[in-house]
């Protein structure tokens, strides 16, 4: 078994690159704490492969990941290809689950993925500060709410952004 220390990080390839781009140049600033074991260098799935080879690429990232981000845009719940299969096997596996809303959003909204609507997750707006929050503690609150056989969308509290400085 492979040793679970990367992020993977799910979103629409098409349109919602920049996002996951500005998330590894956080990482990469060393001006910023903002850190993560990035699940996508593991090795490259490229558009050319076969959908097959792709997610043979995907399942040995899923593989070495202790959590799923989600960046959720105006498409992301349309995509069922990709997207809606990596949301699948990250349930199978248990894995913690951050959806990051693209536009903003403080909750679960309408364009939330239908595959995680009911799923135990925690929602936050696209920002370094929260991002980084949720990285660091969703993980055991999610396991402790598993335990307690809690599921559904889970939020922070105003007093949390106040604390991270939002």
């Known amino acids: 078994m492979a040793y679970r220390n990367k992020t993977y990080i799910c979103f629409d390839g ?11 140049a956080w990482a990469e600033n ?17 558009d050319s492969s076969q959908e097959e080879s792709i997610k ?23 995509l069922t290809k990709f997207v809606k299969w990596e949301m699948e096997v990250a349930l199978r596996l248990n894995l913690p689950i951050i959806g990051v809303n693209l536009n903003g959003s403080r909750a679960q909204d309408d364009l939330c993925p239908p595959k995680i609507r009911n799923e135990l997750a925690i ?5 370094l500060k929260i991002v980084e929050y ?9 396991y402790a ?5 809690k ?7 105003e007093q949390t952004y106040k604390n991270v400085g939002l």
Not at 134 to 142: A, E, T, Y
Not at 145 to 149: L, N, R
């Open 30 to 46: 060393p001006n910023f704490s903002f850190n993560f074991y990035n699940a996508h260098d593991l090795n490259s799935a490229r």
């Open 134 to 142: 949720g990285m660091k503690n969703w993980p055991d609150d999610h």
């Open 14 to 24: 098409d349109n919602d690159m920049k996002y996951y781009r500005l998330m590894t």
């Open 151 to 157: 599921s559904g969308p889970y939020y922070y509290t």
């Open 123 to 127: 929602y936050v707006p696209f920002g």
């Open 145 to 149: 709410y598993k335990k307690e056989g």
């Open 56 to 78: 043979k690429q995907l399942r040995e990232r899923f593989a070495n990941s202790k959590l799923l981000v989600v960046l959720i845009g105006n498409n992301t719940r349309y």
